[in-house]
């Protein structure tokens, strides 16, 4: 059987104002129409940046009853991979995300390719479990995109 195809999560969005403000100005997004907006969940883009690194700093300081109630706000968010697939990167990552709220990414085709490739071979290249390496592919974004899923059942029929 082969192997199921990734879903690549990572998106560029921006908010209807700031939108429309660079629709007047004629500007793009990187050559590509700017894509609409609209609320579905949060996936914190390029493994969260800064956030899982310091995830114990966020919830000591923002959490209104305790740590761990901060750091379980933080592991709601969903996480993408994007250029993030680095072995520096990810022990953050997985530390901090749940198991099944991180995503696959590749910052297509605002990065050049062969800086998606390379961060995406440094992932492949990294030690984890065949689980989180499925969820992480295709699994975190059926659960969160069903369609996702449901698109991918119709093919193999």
Not at 28 to 49: C, M, N, R, T, Y
Not at 65 to 91: C, E, M
Not at 108 to 118: C, E, I, L, N, R
């Amino acid at each position: 059987m082969a192997a199921p195809h990734r879903i690549d999560t990572h998106t560029h969005i921006l908010p209807p104002d700031y939108a429309a403000w660079l629709k007047r100005k004629s500007a793009d997004a990187g050559g590509l129409p700017i894509p609409d907006w609209s609320v579905i969940k949060v996936i914190l883009s390029h493994a969260g940046g800064f956030v899982p690194y310091a995830s114990h700093r966020i919830a000591i300081t923002t959490s209104t009853s305790n740590v761990a109630n901060g750091l379980a706000q933080l592991r709601s968010f969903y996480y993408d991979i994007a250029l993030s697939g680095s072995p520096t990167a990810l022990p953050s990552l997985l530390a901090a995300a749940a198991p099944d709220h991180i995503l696959f990414g590749t910052d297509f085709p605002h990065a050049p390719v062969q800086v998606g490739a390379a961060f995406t071979s440094m992932y492949e290249a990294y030690s984890m479990s065949d689980t989180q390496r499925a969820s992480i592919d295709r699994g975190a974004a059926e659960q969160l995109f069903p369609r996702c899923a449901n698109e991918m059942s119709n093919e193999t029929r």
